[in-house]
């Protein structure tokens, strides 16, 4: 459940910026989140749900550190995928 709430936080984030980048209003027929609630907001929430994951990870007690450690690895080397295709 916690990888699966990791993902959906990603997937939130990326949601908030794509429609930045894109100058979208709505997002499934409501407002988006810079519209709604202001560009430097939506930045920052966008960004902070890049983040987020990362505590679900480290917070895990029942996870080993060399677990932790690759888990880490693996998401930084898909979010520097994530922002290269953003770019693209």
């Not at 209003?25 to 409501?30: A, K, Q």
């Not at 520097?80 to 295709?85: D, E, R, W």
Request: a negative charge; aromatic letters at 10%; glycine letters at 8%.
């Amino acid at each position: 459940m916690d990888m699966a709430f990791m993902i959906e936080l990603l997937h939130n984030g990326t949601w908030i910026l794509d429609d930045i980048e894109d100058g979208s209003f709505l997002r499934r027929g409501n407002p988006t989140c810079h519209v709604k609630f202001g560009l430097d907001t939506a930045v920052n929430a966008g960004a902070s749900l890049y983040v987020m994951p990362l505590k679900c990870v480290f917070n895990r007690k029942n996870l080993s550190d060399k677990i932790k450690l690759k888990i880490a690895q693996i998401y930084q080397e898909e979010m520097t995928n994530v922002g290269f295709g953003q770019a693209l």
